[in-house]
Every structure is written in C-alpha cells, then in structure tokens.
C-alpha cells in the first residue's frame, strides 16, 4: 500500500509552547488528509478534514485556533498544536487519500504529543 | 455515515480463521465497507474493503451480504501478529472515517 509518514514519532513539550507535526504522503498526491486523535483506550476521533490548498473543515468541538491545520501541498499537511497544555497529551494520527470516492485512506505511524 | 456495530472483543487460536463480523442495517446504496486494524500504539492499517460483492485479498476476504446489512472480515490464517482493534467502517462519497470501538481480537497459541 500507499506509504504516509508523520513526523515526530513522539514529542515532549512544554505547556504554553507549540508543537508542529508533520504529514507527508510520500508515493502518492493526497488530495484529502485528515487529522485524528486517540486518547488511551480509546478509538480514534476525527478531529479535521484538509484539502490541498483550501481551509480544513474541522469537526464539531475541535477549536480550530488551538489546532492549526496547513495543506500547502499535496503530499504535506501539518498540524500545530498551539498553546499546548498537559490535556492536549495524546497520540495524532494523521490519513491521506489520493482521490474523492472509492479509495482507502492510509495513515501515518502517529505522534505521541506529551505536554508537561 | 452509517452506523455500525462489532462485538467488544474476540479471542482466536493461531493458525485458525477469525471471523469478525459487523452489523451495518442502515447502510445506503452508495456506501461502502472499510475494515482496518490498528496494532498496539501504531496507526491504522488498511485491510480491505467492498460494495456490494464479495472481495478478498493478499490480507482477508470480506463476505458482504446480499442485503448489505451485514458483513465479515476473515482472516484465513490468524497469527499472533494479528492480535488488533479490528474496524468496521460504512462510509460514501463524504470520504470521512469516522471510528467506533471496533473488535479486539487476540490471537492465541
């Protein structure tokens, strides 16, 4: 299958300091990625929906000002976590897919986001 | 999207098939079922997916039934390696992977 890359793995941060996570579809060009994120023992929880060149579409709950979504390309999407405090500590995974309809999605390793 | 529903949890022996089955009643005519995995602390795998008819690949079969409220994920030789959440997702053209709790299936010797 299509490879996705994300990048950190896992990051440490400070509270009240930002974190950038990088998406990158590396043999394909991703019209669409998405943004998750899991908390323990939990399933994953869309969090944003990006199209390459457009403003993302966030999901009901989601504040879009903490959570920057950039798609400048159409192989990168990166997520900035801004203002970081210890209850944005979990893991982000972000997905990618080449076209609208029926494609899968394929997703990155995730980044496990600690905020001490 | 439409809703689906698994069981909690399934347990497997090694070199067995796992059948993972999934309720979707309220699937619509232009949706289709996604299944991935998602391995301990990694992110979700793609496994297969399908319409209306039966698919199978180098991974699992997926049998879909003929009125497409139901289906099943078989993986013909389970592994340990295939110890995951298992999940059921029914979407269309929104494109949108919306989550539930999915399976955890554990594969034992």
């Known amino acids: 299958g299509a490879v996705v890359s994300q990048h950190p793995s896992w990051v440490i941060c400070k509270s009240g300091t930002s974190v950038k996570i990088e998406c990158r579809s590396l043999d394909f060009q991703a019209t669409t990625m998405f943004w998750y994120r899991q908390f323990p023992k939990q399933s994953l929880m869309l969090m944003a929906t990006?199209?390459?060149?457009?403003?993302?579409?966030?999901e009901q709950g989601v504040e879009k000002d903490k959570f920057l979504i950039n798609h400048a390309s159409l192989t990168l999407s990166t997520l900035t976590v801004t203002s970081a405090h210890p209850e944005d500590s979990s893991f982000y995974i972000c997905?990618?897919?080449?076209?609208?309809?029926?494609?899968?999605?394929?997703f990155g390793q995730g980044t496990r986001l600690t905020v001490v | 999207d439409a809703k689906t529903t698994q069981p909690t949890s399934m347990d497997c022996a090694e070199g067995r098939a796992a059948n993972l089955p999934c309720n979707h009643s309220?699937?619509?005519?232009?949706?289709?079922v996604y299944w991935y995995r998602q391995i301990h602390s990694q992110g979700p795998q793609y496994i297969i997916h399908g319409l209306k008819n039966n698919e199978t690949n180098e991974m699992a079969s997926l049998i879909i039934t003929e009125d497409r409220k139901s289906s099943t994920l078989i993986l013909p030789h389970a592994t340990l390696r295939d110890t995951a959440v298992y999940y059921c997702?029914?979407?269309?053209?929104?494109?949108?992977?919306?989550f539930g709790t999915g399976t955890q299936l554990k594969v034992e010797l």
């Open positions: 997905s990618a897919r080449a076209y609208r309809g029926d494609t899968e999605a394929f």
């Open positions: 309220t699937i619509s005519g232009n949706e289709y």
């Open positions: 990006s199209n390459e060149g457009s403003k993302a579409t966030y």
């Open positions: 997702i029914v979407t269309g053209g929104g494109n949108k992977l919306t």
